[in-house]
């Protein structure tokens, strides 16, 4: 009933933010007599911020038409190589001919936002690496028929990924999905799988979130499985196709998402607000197209999230030896082929310092020349793979361990200037550093 609720609220939302974005035009038309009153800028602009804020929306676009390669602009196109019906894999198609650049599987987070929220994160890598991404679909979208979506799930669609791109295949985990990965490597190393990654890169992931808790850790940790199954899970309304699935939506977790920062995201409309009124659009216009990303979100399968807060954040299954995957312990001892790169932000306020790391002293028959660990100094969660610190300080660090580790014959990479940022061994001196 609560999402059905729902569902006719962000209806009759849309139609009163419609009608103030069309009062929020009128007041500012030159051909009406009112727009010369001083008062009337201030409405408009008013009524535009709040005709954004309430405006529905639905996936966003990629939008990565092209790139740059070898100093020349080349198109990009989007091309799904593998459908399932929890997600497909898509792949950044650049016209190019005669490159071999590293192919890197980018693994985006099942949390609540699109595969678009990593949209920096592959137009990064695109210039010097053949990008593959995992595309979830929303869960509302998705009839029952085709079945349930768990962790196991979301292991076994990874292990199938692989192995439709081949052998040589990077992986690079960005959040969540940083142990279902992680677990993946864990079982094709065991099986010495010919198509078991190069290397498994990890950014801001809760691998053993026991170390230096967030408070979405502990929020996870401290309430009772029975309470997230009780208090956020609801069936999807007969108005989607995915009718009568238990999903924890995406309008909860976006409640979640602006409660940790509320007064963050209230600064930055009224800042939205007055750039409009000095008539400052570039900046308008950025605060604008990031909350047209952040206010993007889908609904996750209730297997998927309650399996997630019962074995990543509150018994910590892969880091204490308890991650079973179809009768198989996911054990990180069997790691000896795949090289791990774990990445940090120093201001992560979701995955703390240490939780990503984990991994690394998790996997104690890797040899330390397989290991690397790279905090990047300054920057928050998003920061770590979106915006100018991952540009510039973390993402030529994941280049160059990429090329370091490769095991097929690639074209050479331009040289690219990595700024000072912290980087130590990953688990005793000597390891390998990036």
Same mark, same amino acid.
């Given at each position: 009933?609560?999402?059905?609720?729902?569902e006719m609220q962000r209806a009759w939302m849309a139609g009163v933010g419609m009608m103030a974005k069309s009062s929020s035009d009128l007041l500012l038309s030159t051909a009406n007599?009112?727009?010369?009153?001083?008062?009337?800028?201030?409405?408009?602009?008013?009524?535009?911020?709040?005709?954004?804020?309430?405006?529905? &929306?639905?996936?966003?676009?990629?939008?990565?038409?092209?790139?740059?390669?070898?100093?020349?602009?080349?198109? !990009? *196109?989007?091309?799904?190589?593998?459908?399932?019906?929890?997600?497909? @894999?898509?792949?950044?198609?650049?016209?190019? *001919?005669?490159?071999?650049?590293?192919?890197?599987?980018?693994?985006?987070?099942?949390?609540?936002?699109?595969?678009?929220?990593?949209?920096?994160?592959?137009?990064? @890598?695109?210039?010097?690496?053949?990008?593959?991404?995992?595309?979830?679909?929303?869960?509302?979208? !998705?009839?029952?028929?085709?079945?349930?979506?768990?962790?196991?799930?979301?292991?076994?669609?990874?292990?199938?990924?692989l192995e439709h791109l081949g052998p040589d295949t990077h992986m690079l985990a960005v959040c969540q999905p940083s142990v279902p990965a992680l677990a993946a490597v864990c079982l094709?190393?065991?099986?010495?799988?010919?198509?078991?990654?190069?290397?498994?890169?990890?950014?801001?992931?809760?691998?053993?979130?026991?170390?230096?808790?967030?408070?979405?850790?502990?929020?996870?940790?401290? &309430?009772?499985?029975?309470?997230?199954?009780?208090?956020?899970?609801?069936? !999807?309304?007969?108005?989607?196709?995915?009718?009568?699935?238990?999903?924890?939506?995406?309008?909860?977790?976006?409640?979640?998402?602006?409660?940790?920062?509320?007064?963050?995201?209230?600064? *930055?409309?009224?800042?939205?607000?007055?750039? @409009?009124?000095?008539?400052?659009?570039?900046?308008?216009?950025?605060?604008?197209?990031?909350?047209?990303?952040? =206010?993007?979100?889908?609904?996750?399968?209730?297997?998927?999230?309650?399996?997630?807060?019962?074995?990543?954040?509150?018994?910590?299954?892969?880091?204490?030896?308890?991650?079973?995957?179809?009768?198989?312990?996911?054990?990180?001892?069997?790691?000896?082929?795949?090289?791990?790169?774990?990445?940090?932000?120093? =201001?992560?306020?979701?995955?703390?310092?240490?939780?990503? &790391?984990?991994?690394?002293?998790?996997?104690?028959?890797?040899?330390?020349?397989?290991?690397?660990?790279?905090?990047?100094?300054?920057?928050?969660?998003?920061?770590?793979?979106?915006?100018?610190?991952?540009?510039?300080?973390?993402?030529?660090? !994941?280049?160059?361990?990429? =090329?370091?580790?490769?095991?097929?014959?690639?074209?050479?990479?331009?040289? =690219?200037?990595?700024?000072?940022?912290?980087?130590?061994?990953?688990?005793?001196?000597?390891?390998?550093?990036?």
């Amino acid at each position: 009933m609560l999402y059905t609720s729902f569902e006719m609220q962000r209806a009759w939302m849309a139609g009163v933010g419609m009608m103030a974005k069309s009062s929020s035009d009128l007041l500012l038309s030159t051909a009406n007599p009112m727009s010369w009153s001083p008062v009337a800028p201030v409405l408009a602009r008013s009524l535009e911020v709040f005709a954004h804020a309430v405006a529905p &929306r639905g996936k966003p676009p990629f939008g990565l038409a092209a790139t740059i390669v070898d100093g020349a602009s080349v198109a !990009v *196109s989007e091309e799904i190589v593998l459908r399932k019906p929890f997600g497909q @894999l898509k792949h950044f198609q650049r016209a190019v *001919s005669g490159r071999r650049d590293p192919r890197v599987l980018v693994v985006a987070p099942m949390s609540g936002h699109y595969a678009t929220l990593l949209r920096g994160t592959v137009e990064r @890598l695109l210039p010097d690496h053949d990008v593959y991404i995992t595309d979830w679909r929303d869960a509302k979208l !998705v009839p029952t028929g085709d079945g349930k979506f768990d962790l196991n799930d979301y292991v076994d669609y990874l292990i199938e990924f692989l192995e439709h791109l081949g052998p040589d295949t990077h992986m690079l985990a960005v959040c969540q999905p940083s142990v279902p990965a992680l677990a993946a490597v864990c079982l094709m190393n065991a099986d010495d799988h010919p198509c078991a990654p190069p290397t498994l890169t990890l950014m801001g992931g809760p691998v053993d979130t026991r170390k230096a808790p967030t408070s979405v850790n502990d929020l996870a940790h401290n &309430r009772p499985y029975a309470w997230f199954e009780q208090a956020v899970i609801q069936r !999807v309304p007969d108005v989607y196709p995915g009718a009568g699935r238990k999903v924890y939506p995406g309008y909860l977790q976006l409640s979640g998402f602006l409660s940790m920062n509320l007064a963050n995201h209230m600064k *930055s409309h009224w800042e939205m607000f007055k750039h @409009l009124i000095e008539g400052d659009t570039e900046s308008s216009d950025a605060t604008k197209a990031f909350y047209d990303e952040y =206010r993007a979100v889908c609904d996750m399968t209730a297997e998927f999230y309650l399996q997630t807060i019962d074995l990543v954040f509150q018994r910590q299954a892969l880091a204490t030896g308890q991650f079973w995957h179809r009768g198989r312990l996911a054990d990180p001892a069997a790691i000896t082929r795949t090289a791990l790169l774990a990445i940090e932000g120093e =201001r992560d306020d979701i995955s703390g310092i240490g939780q990503t &790391r984990a991994a690394l002293e998790l996997a104690v028959n890797l040899p330390d020349t397989k290991k690397a660990y790279h905090m990047a100094l300054g920057a928050g969660h998003y920061g770590i793979f979106n915006g100018r610190k991952w540009r510039e300080g973390v993402a030529p660090v !994941v280049e160059q361990f990429i =090329r370091r580790h490769d095991t097929a014959k690639v074209s050479p990479a331009p040289l =690219r200037v990595v700024l000072p940022q912290h980087v130590e061994p990953a688990v005793t001196p000597g390891a390998e550093v990036a």
